[in-house]
């Protein structure tokens, strides 16, 4: 296992983990833009953009694209989160200079007119997709009244209005802005000649634009408490989600904070599962940890019948006062480091998934961290550590939003 | 670098297979057990979901809790889950908690307490289960295609309906596990950096004294076939469509697969390629394969608003007619890449290769070699898929749809 890293005179920086033991090599350009790097009026764009890129450069046609991913059987694809934009493709070694070839080629598209609007129909039913989940439309509204007006609120997809209103000229407007060398990274993990891989993005990517992607508003939000209940008469299940305040990504509290609530709320033997999902109460309960660019939140949610949704509700406050009470046991926090370690070795083991952990690494801490060095991070977390991030960020200030039949909810 | 394959059978029926991968630290363990929902007594469908629910909850000497403490401490990743034919018990953690993770196991399989006050929670969640389905379209439309298009109870959700939950009690819970699970035709098998002679000693440990009876043969009723509509508020309508097709392990079985990546490969292939790149008509279109023993199908999904679902059904079924009329040397050739990758990738996945072993068994009584796929890929031919495609051709579809409006099968 060896790491390298090279910038280009432009600003791209190339960074790699060689593992001659696997079978095949990942490579991907993380883009340092999403929702939150959108103005009002640009609601949906970076999520608008990432499908425009698959649609063709001076090069390819859009069919060319797939085609040319499609012959070297790679396995391809992109997201859009808040804050970062992401192509990649798994390939066979002998298929790299291909790959990468392709993957630089669709990094400055042609974002063709024709093909903006046969795109747009393909965003709109999208957002339709989204529309009838309804997990997925809690998450947007609780977002929103959580960070708002901090741009994380942003919803990455839009809504019909905002995305109907977009035209080319914004879009090409927001690529200049957003897609300039300096604010790509490209990542590669797996089984490969890392100069030659240096070699052949150099050759593409040394003309792409310079220049400075600032980002605005790298701070936490200022939520305040709040219930919001949105009610669908349609819908049999209530959906509630849970935020409150937790540390940002460059920080060394994200270790304990991630520990914290793999003991609170892991889908299995946490303290959310043995009081709401054991007996029966709720069929999903669970906290996790979100890291943002200079912000940071723990997510709760749980659905359950509408009936029961004030008295899990208040389940689930009860258990949040409680650690932020008197803290977690000693056996807790060896029980959560066993999860974490085996969850990291083999979530590191397919160059796909390390190719996202070093892309992510180096996008919020510019640095390179082995599996081993991350995992004595973990084993390294202590139950001070626990108590200090739950100093720092309590639990007790929490947004809540429910979405379902109920016509109103209230706090117990 | 060849990955070596072991097998034995012990004199129960218990099969076990171990793929060794010296590569990785990690180990999945994967147990294919008859104990299917297509099993479940027809006045309390629902009982294989509400039984793998219950197994977990203390076994052996421990009771709920301390069972999962010690899964926990072991970072064994687990599952429970009910296939039509099959229970699907699954783990994976690193390779050195792979022999205390077996004990755990032998330990669910065999001494579940079933406790009887766990039941009601589990039925709770069972109807939970239930109710978020009728907030999820895709899900919804799946689950009721798949009842018209296999024959019955292959098609028969896993979820039962509200009443046949209400009707299980601990004691059909406990004669479930009597009936369906035992040694006979399980598989187990596991994947990764493990010894062979220490693993075949330590299952005939766990398991060789194991005993039980076959399973019950199930026989089978005509599927419904047709088209349905089912009418509900939503914003995209739901399609999907099935056709018959040849099951894993017959002679055309790759011919069959290259049908089916022609149309769903890659984002190259045609139905996203005619559907949503060329059109605009909707996000997501696919095809893909399933298959039983004796029979199998391609079933195609889609999801587009109200507006363009008539054109989206019209122009999917239009590409899997035209499959006939030609299929080029480039449009192979990428299927051939497409497989050929996925073949190698799995390789570096416990995970998949602890299941495929146990797929592989289950259909052939055999594993496939990495060089026999490979080679049988290669073979595909567009004259093959096209000859195979007249003699099994896209026809007599199973049409399921669910949205606001119904549509119309183009003729």
């Known amino acids: ?412 | 670098m060849a990955l070596q394959v072991h097998h034995h059978t012990f004199a129960n029926g218990l099969t076990l297979l171990l793929e060794r991968m010296d590569h990785v630290r990690s180990a999945a363990v994967n147990f294919l057990v008859p104990a299917g929902c297509a099993y479940d007594p027809p006045e309390q469908t629902g009982l294989a979901s509400v039984f793998s629910n219950l197994i977990t909850r203390g076994a052996g000497n421990r009771d709920s809790r301390a069972l999962t403490i010690a899964f926990d401490s072991l970072g064994i990743d687990h599952s429970e889950s009910v296939g039509q034919l099959h229970m699907r018990v699954w783990g994976s953690t690193l390779a050195r908690n792979i022999a205390p993770s077996l004990e755990l196991f032998a330990d669910v399989l065999r001494r579940p307490h079933l406790p009887p006050d766990e039941l009601e929670p589990v039925q709770a969640l069972a109807l939970q289960d239930l109710q978020g389905l009728e907030d999820d379209p895709r899900g919804k439309a799946m689950v009721e295609f798949r009842r018209n298009f296999w024959p019955a109870p292959l098609g028969q959700d896993k979820r039962g309906t509200p009443e046949s939950i209400e009707r299980i009690t601990p004691e059909s819970v406990q004669a479930f596990h009597r009936a369906h699970v035992g040694p006979h035709s399980t598989i187990l098998s596991v994947a990764g950096n493990f010894e062979w002679p220490a693993l075949r000693d330590q299952v005939e440990r766990l398991f060789g004294d194991w005993q039980g009876e076959p399973a019950a043969t199930l026989e089978l009723k005509p599927a419904l076939g047709g088209q349905t509509h089912l009418e509900k508020d939503t914003t995209q309508t739901q399609i999907a469509i099935g056709y018959a097709s040849v099951p894993f392990g017959h002679p055309e079985y790759y011919d069959a697969m290259g049908a089916v990546q022609v149309l769903s490969g890659g984002m190259g292939a045609r139905l996203f390629t005619e559907v949503r790149d060329k059109r605009g008509l909707c996000y997501a279109v696919s095809a893909g394969y399933q298959t039983f023993k004796q029979l199998a199908g391609i079933v195609c999904y889609a999801a587009a608003l109200t507006e363009r679902a008539q054109e989206t059904l019209n122009v999917t079924i239009a590409e899997l007619r035209r499959l006939v009329d030609g299929i080029t040397d480039d449009e192979v050739q990428r299927v051939r890449a497409g497989l050929k990758s996925s073949v190698i990738m799995q390789e570096e996945s416990t995970s998949s290769r602890a299941a495929a072993i146990a797929s592989d068994w289950y259909y052939l009584s055999r594993v496939r070699t990495t060089e026999e796929i490979q080679n049988a890929i290669e073979a595909i031919t567009p004259g093959r898929i096209i000859e195979h495609v007249k003699k099994y051709p896209p026809r007599d579809f199973t049409v399921l749809t669910l949205g606001k409006q119904p549509l119309v099968v183009p003729e």
């Open chain 1, 1 to 412: 296992m060896s790491f390298h890293k090279h910038t280009l005179a432009n600003g791209l920086t190339i960074i790699g983990e060689i593992s001659p033991s696997t079978r095949s090599v990942a490579v991907g350009f993380f883009v340092r833009t999403g929702s939150r790097d959108e103005t009002p009026s640009e609601a949906g764009l970076s999520h608008f953009l990432e499908h425009m890129v698959f649609k063709g450069t001076p090069r390819r046609s859009a069919l060319d694209v797939n085609y040319d991913f499609d012959r070297i059987g790679a396995s391809y694809n992109a997201y859009t989160s808040e804050e970062n934009t992401v192509f990649y493709a798994a390939i066979l070694p002998e298929y790299l200079p291909q790959a990468i070839d392709i993957l630089a080629d669709i990094m400055r598209p042609s974002l063709r007119e024709e093909d903006f609007t046969e795109e747009k129909k393909v965003i709109l039913d999208e957002i339709g997709m989204y529309e009838d989940q309804p997990m997925f439309c809690a998450y947007d509204h609780a977002r929103k009244a959580f960070f708002a007006p901090h741009p994380l609120g942003n919803s990455v997809l839009g809504t019909t209005e905002s995305v109907g209103a977009l035209t080319p000229k914004q879009m090409k407007n927001y690529f200049a802005r957003r897609y300039v060398a300096s604010n790509l990274t490209c990542v590669l993990a797996g089984n490969f000649n890392w100069d030659e891989a240096v070699k052949l993005i150099e050759s593409q990517c040394s003309q792409w634009s310079t220049g400075d992607a600032p980002r605005e508003y790298r701070t936490q939000a200022t939520p305040r408490e709040l219930l919001t209940t949105i009610t669908k008469e349609k819908l049999n299940q209530e959906q509630v989600i849970l935020i409150a305040p937790g540390p940002a990504a460059d920080t060394k509290e994200r270790y304990a904070a991630d520990t914290l609530t793999m003991i609170v709320g892991d889908d299995t033997g946490s303290r959310l599962y043995w009081a709401l999902v054991d007996p029966g109460y709720a069929d999903s309960a669970d906290l996790s940890y979100h890291d943002y660019d200079g912000a940071g939140a723990y997510f709760g949610s749980f659905s359950c019948e509408p009936e029961d949704t004030a008295e899990n509700l208040a389940i689930i406050r009860a258990i949040l006062t409680d650690v932020q009470r008197d803290g977690v046991s000693n056996e807790e926090l060896a029980i959560a480091k066993s999860k974490i370690l085996s969850r990291i070795v083999r979530g590191s083991e397919r160059p796909m998934g390390r190719m996202q952990a070093l892309g992510m690494s180096w996008t919020y801490l510019r640095t390179y961290r082995t599996v081993d060095e991350e995992l004595q991070s973990f084993d390294a977390v202590t139950l001070k550590d626990l108590r200090d991030v739950l100093d720092k960020y309590p639990f007790d200030q929490l947004t809540i939003l429910a979405l379902g039949p109920l016509p109103s909810l209230t706090a117990t």
